[in-house]
């Protein structure tokens, strides 16, 4: 088995768990989960019970119920909401991997209730047979659309997903895996797949055709058969380069640094074992010391969105997070391109912007006003009271102080009566804007 | 400040919200030569230029300039430097399309649904068995002036048909999946300085890789007249403090990611000081820009805004409009990607032209890799390998690098082969063009032959 985790298990660790296997804690959810141990922690989330949506319901700018498949925006709005409010944090986080993973954008597929329909198959098979869940994918409609599935017929191959299958899915570029003849091999295999047209609902009734399939004899990875594309996704999910794909990558979602190479070996063992099960390998990552000593990761757009919002228990009740989250680099089913979202470069100077954007939007409703709230003169109790406001996230020192100093200065500026009064308001004002955007936030 | 209005305005340059974000001829005219200065000052261009800047640093300093303040004006007062800004049509545009043998019986037998009319597009000056994709009307006029030189067919030996392989190798100037840093970044480290995040700017809602740097600090900025900071509940003395808190928040941390973090914000600090003289007052432009959805055309006129106000700006980055991974569809697809794009940039060239600052750009047109010379029956054609490119400005040689290697030479994949190499046109560029010596920066350079790219 790979090493666990044995160091203490406090309120820290837990909320570092909560963040990498979700979207970050409510106010007192990782003081709550510390008491569990860091196996009654890890199992709550890879073993949670039925889901529940918890907290206000979401709604749009006017109040009106979300319209996922007919309103633009609100199909990212529907998922966040979820992000937000389930009480499957893991099970949710996993349909992100998924989505990253198995990269498709509404640019290419052109309809909500496609993407919609791809997101709860990954939601369904989120810790499940990732064998199961890429035969699922590779006749999902939203697929099949985005990466010309069904344009792939006997007559003419089409490369495009039978390429990014073992590029990007199964078995990954450049390592020897696979030739430009089994790309041309695999296209053939996978032909037969085809839809109808409507013009109310747009693409429909997405099917196999075998007259559409190329029945002959294939060459891939040195096997010769009548393959088809279930034959594609095994041969795939056996190839010896498979399983060492499978968890580093996974493991990339739930670690910044790359797993040393017997912890590695040893999930891909655990993997095999255990016929190419999901949960099982992300169990082993959550309990891996890794993630408790090693380096913090940065956050992506959706998690620290989401959990702005869970720390402040507020719920979707404005549109504006579609777009604030798409100048953050992160558009909820529109991502880049196939191979997902970039995650060592979330952070530049457009971007860090955008985060800003992000932190005024989730704390604009609740802004004091300098003339009626009634606040200490006193940087220590000010800073104290935006942490809390936060549900007291552990900082650094350097922010701390920081911080503190900032409040310091800005009281030291009330050189009149009225400022007096008011500055304490704006400084507490500050500081929620300070923490919500420093460097200890966007990380985890 | 409205919060709810300024981000619709952002919005709508996400090019998320289907409308035009055509807001040319706000505020700061005076860097458009022929307007008319603001009423009695009886300054000059570059007088106002200079004063708009120093108004900005004194409004921000508060006389207490620093070390970066003083980077700026210095960088900003220094002659000028030459401009290379890297435009990317992503997906691998179709070469055989942007260039097409019209008459070619072979072209006409691959694509026997895709190729292209004869009389569709015009004929290729350099090389009359070519015709430009008829979308691409705008280059060839440029071409004709002589401001263009064309590369039929660039890539690279061993072709990589991954996106992403590929992509990666021409943003970092070699065939290396593991090096991580741009070439232009690594440019950077060498050439730059240490307190100028505008030398590598990425006009971009994320960084271009190309621009990666290890040492020196570089831009990403999607509408440079928008990038401020404000916070509700906030003003005056106590806003001035908020911000003056960013520098510090932002210096060096031990944990690696919480530095990346605390990067981010001291660099996004930095840019706020360096665009203050635009925030909030936005740009003219002398010459019309395509007024279309996309953001590609506000973003090249806004660019040439930047370099008319004398921002010390050396590298750029910039993504194309258009979606070039045309596995079906590509007719359409193709035409309405490439004629944004060649209005567009006949625009910005017309623009610099304007404002006397011409001899300064060369633009770089690239995508990762050509298509399949045999089209793929879903009215598309598959990953390939030699692509185009094209160098434009008044100081491009105006001559085609490498010829075209014609269609009954494929190589085994059924790809065109190569007659440039990428690494070989950043060497020149790096050489000919921004005075370095290219062995700094592109690794092997040495083995690469260098085509003449600059007059």
């Keep these: 088995m790979p090493p666990v985790y044995r160091g203490p298990f406090g309120k820290a660790q837990a909320e570092r768990l909560l963040w990498r296997a979700g979207f970050g804690p409510r106010p007192g959810e990782a003081e709550r989960l510390a008491k569990l141990g860091l196996h009654g922690a890890v199992h709550s989330l890879t073993h949670p019970g039925p889901e529940r949506l918890r907290g206000p319901k979401p709604h749009d700018d006017h109040g009106h119920p979300l319209a996922p498949f007919d309103a633009w925006g609100h199909d990212q709005l529907w998922w966040l909401d979820r992000m937000v409010r389930t009480t499957q944090p893991l099970a949710e986080r996993m349909t992100l991997v998924w989505h990253d993973w198995f990269a498709t954008s509404r640019d290419g597929v052109d309809s909500a209730r496609l993407m919609i329909r791809q997101n709860k198959l990954f939601r369904k098979h989120a810790l499940g047979s990732f064998s199961t869940l890429l035969t699922e994918v590779t006749r999902d409609p939203a697929m099949l659309l985005w990466l010309s599935g069904v344009d792939n017929e006997k007559d003419a191959p089409n490369e495009n997903y039978g390429r990014e299958m073992m590029e990007l899915f199964t078995i990954g570029a450049d390592r020897g895996g696979y030739t430009e003849q089994d790309v041309r091999e695999q296209a053939r295999a996978l032909t037969g797949w085809r839809n109808d047209w409507s013009d109310t609902l747009g693409p429909v009734n997405f099917r196999y055709d075998k007259h559409r399939h190329d029945p002959g004899v294939k060459k891939i990875f040195g096997k010769k058969g009548h393959f088809d594309w279930r034959d594609s996704c095994r041969l795939c999910v056996h190839h010896r380069l498979h399983p060492s794909f499978f968890v580093t990558k996974l493991w990339s979602y739930f670690v910044p640094t790359a797993p040393p190479v017997a912890t590695r070996r040893e999930l891909e063992r655990l993997y095999v074992r255990h016929g190419l099960a999901v949960r099982p390998v992300v169990e082993a990552i959550l309990r891996h010391p890794a993630l408790y000593l090693g380096p913090r990761m940065v956050k992506s757009p959706a998690v620290y969105t989401a959990g702005l919002l869970r720390a402040l228990r507020r719920g979707i009740d404005t549109e504006a997070w579609t777009w604030l989250m798409s100048l953050a680099g992160q558009q909820l089913f529109y991502p880049p391109n196939v191979a997902g979202w970039d995650d060592t470069r979330w952070l530049d100077t457009a971007t860090y912007r955008a985060r800003w954007l992000i932190a005024s939007q989730a704390i604009e409703k609740r802004a004091l006003k300098p003339d009626k709230a009634k606040l200490p003169d006193d940087a220590s109790k000010l800073l104290v009271r935006a942490e809390a406001f936060f549900g007291r996230p552990a900082l650094t020192g350097q922010t701390h102080s920081e911080l503190k100093r900032f409040a310091r200065r800005a009281l030291g500026d009330a050189n009149a009566k009225w400022k007096k009064e008011q500055y304490p308001a704006l400084i507490e004002n500050a500081l929620r804007q300070l923490l919500a955007s420093s460097p200890d936030l966007q990380t985890c | ?455």
């Excluded at chain 2, 070439?183 to 590598?200: E, I, V």
């Excluded at chain 2, 990425?202 to 990038?227: F, G, I, M, N």
């Excluded at chain 2, 944990?255 to 914000?265: G, I, S, Y």
């Design chain 2, 1 to 455: 400040m409205a919060s709810s209005c300024h981000h619709c305005d952002e919005f709508s340059r996400a090019s998320l919200v289907r409308r035009t974000a055509a807001e040319a001829g706000r505020g700061l005219p005076a860097i458009e030569p022929g307007m008319p200065l603001p009423a009695g000052t009886g300054l000059d261009r570059r007088a106002f230029v200079a004063r708009t800047f120093g108004l900005a640093l004194s409004v921000y300093g508060l006389g207490k300039l620093g070390l970066f303040e003083e980077g700026i004006a210095r960088a900003a007062s220094g002659p000028a430097q030459p401009v290379l800004v890297s435009v990317f049509l992503p997906g691998g545009a179709d070469s055989l399309s942007v260039l097409y043998p019209a008459l070619d019986s072979t072209y006409r037998q691959l694509r026997p649904t895709l190729a292209l009319d004869a009389g569709a597009g015009p004929v290729f000056a350099e090389d009359s068995r070519l015709h430009w994709h008829p979308s691409l009307q705008p280059l060839a006029a440029l071409h004709g002036e002589g401001k263009v030189s064309v590369l039929p067919a660039v890539g690279y030996t061993h072709p990589d048909q991954s996106h992403f392989t590929s992509r990666h190798f021409w943003e970092v100037g070699a065939t290396d999946a593991r090096l991580s840093s741009g070439w232009m970044g690594r440019y950077l480290d060498h050439a730059g300085s240490m307190d100028n995040p505008l030398q590598g700017l990425s006009l971009d809602y994320q960084l271009q890789p190309a621009l990666a740097s290890t040492k020196v600090p570089v831009a990403s900025v999607a509408a440079p007249e928008e990038y401020s900071f404000w916070a509700p509940g906030v003003w005056g003395d106590v806003e001035q403090r908020m911000l003056e808190t960013l520098g510090p928040l932002g210096s060096r941390r031990r944990d690696p990611f919480l530095n990346q973090a605390a990067k981010a914000t001291a660099q996004s600090d930095r840019l706020r000081r360096q665009l203050e003289p635009f925030a909030g007052h936005g740009y003219g432009t002398p010459v019309p820009y395509p007024d279309v959805e996309d953001s590609f055309p506000h973003q090249l006129a806004g660019l040439a805004a930047m370099l008319a106000a004398n921002l010390p700006l050396r590298c750029v980055a910039i993504t194309a409009p258009g979606e070039y991974d045309t596995h079906s569809d590509q007719p359409q697809a193709l035409a309405d990607g490439l004629d944004v794009t060649a209005r567009s940039l006949l625009a910005f060239q017309r623009d610099l032209e304007a404002r006397g600052l011409a001899d300064r750009v060369l633009t770089l047109v690239w995508s990762e890799f050509g298509r399949r010379a045999e089209e793929n029956g879903s009215d598309g054609t598959d990953h390939g390998a030699a692509g185009s490119a094209f160098l434009i400005g008044t100081r491009a040689r105006g001559q085609m690098v490498g010829e075209f290697p014609g269609v009954n030479n494929l190589d085994e994949d059924g790809n065109l082969r190569a007659t440039a190499d990428f690494r070989g046109v950043y060497c020149s560029l790096l050489e000919q063009w921004l005075n370095e010596d290219a062995t700094a920066v592109i690794p092997g350079a040495g083995s690469f032959s260098r085509p003449l790219l600059v007059k």
